[in-house]
């Protein structure tokens, strides 16, 4: 999980809100014996927070660079030697 913290978390359930129903319904078709519907609901589930989680959103970048410019400006004892 890259987001830590109270925001990804919350970023997360809004996720889960949405994929969890497809989930479910993908499983009820998987039961009821239309597995071709069943698994590509179930995929789609999946994806959902897969993409959620690894794919960089316009509101990480800021964060991002801001991390790498502390990187570069500010070095640690350890770098310096």
């Known amino acids: 999980m890259s987001k830590p913290g109270i925001v990804g978390t919350i970023q997360l359930a ?3 809100v949405f994929a969890l129903p497809v989930g479910l319904l993908g499983v009820e078709k998987l ?3 239309e597995t071709t519907v ?3 609901f179930v995929g789609v589930a ?3 927070v897969v993409l959620e ?3 960089t959103s316009p ?3 800021p964060g ?3 991390q790498k410019a502390v990187g570069k400006v500010a070095k640690t004892p ?3 030697e």
Request: charged share 20%.
């Open 31 to 33: 039961l009821a014996g």
């Open 59 to 61: 509101t990480d970048v």
């Open 53 to 55: 989680e690894y794919l």
């Open 46 to 48: 999946v994806l959902m």
């Open 78 to 80: 350890d770098e310096e």
């Open 38 to 40: 069943g698994a590509a």
């Open 64 to 66: 991002s660079v801001a």
């Open 14 to 16: 809004a996720t889960l």
